[in-house]
């Protein structure tokens, strides 16, 4: 702690006030350290596409583009590598407007129920592996206001994920439930779940439980953290809980007012 004193003196002489400033030094350090190490990771993160990059075109123009065989493999990573690092940026500048808080929510009121069933079709459409996927919805309508686009990003990243950690044949199951003033929103998956001790690092912008893996897969270690910040930003919170090679559940809660219906009592 450091303590800054000011003085406040009249002309006349008498001292008629003195301001104390407590600076938390600690909490200053640790703030100038996380800032440092975000840059550290920008700049590595950055680093490891570019590099892969520079020598598969290095090995292109030193002969291998003659190659049918080789050219069109190379070719396609240096593409992949390039996909990484724009979805990267966007990541980046994505979690640079919500720090700045140089954004704002468009609200609009929707059913929450049916909202996160058209997410789960989509995925339930388009995924890859065999994942089965069980729904345990309310059967009547959550009317709420939320930025859709931005809760969906909130979904997508979770289901992104509970699909990428999943094994063949696992379930996926999608839960919403109601209490006094809030909604729990839950994903679980049968995956590869992670480590005790390091299920809420996974919310930190570039914490991954195995980097190479997480890279492999397309990930750039910041989904969750851009999750985090949409969530709060709706007076919510996200949270998870795992056991290693059992799965993992995410959670996020949202503020809910429950409508009562009163039905004709007033009448
Ligand atoms: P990534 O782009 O690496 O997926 P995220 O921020 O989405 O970044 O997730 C951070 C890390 O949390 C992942 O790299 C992974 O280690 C872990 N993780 C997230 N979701 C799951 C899950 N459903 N099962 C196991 N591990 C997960």
Redesign the pocket.
Known sequence: LRANFSVIQKETGFVNGLITVLHDVTEQEKIEMERREFVANVSHELRTPLTTMRSYLEALSDGAWQDKDIAPNFLNVAQNETERMIRLVNDLLQLSKMDSKDYKLSKEWVDFVVFFNRIIDRFELTKEQTVDFERKLPDKPILMEIDPDKLTQVID??I???L???PEGGKVTFRIKEQEDQIIVS?T?Q????PKG?VN???????????A???K???????????KEMVEAHDGHIW?R?IEGK????FFSLPYEKYEDEGDDWN
């Open positions: 990243n979770v992104s994920n509970a990428k950690y999943s994903i998956d995956g590869v779940g992670i390091n690092k996974i919310f930190g912008r570039f914490y991954r439980v195995d980097k893996r997480s890279r897969l397309g990930g750039t270690g910041l989904g969750l953290a851009i999750a998870a795992s799965g993992t559940t995410i």
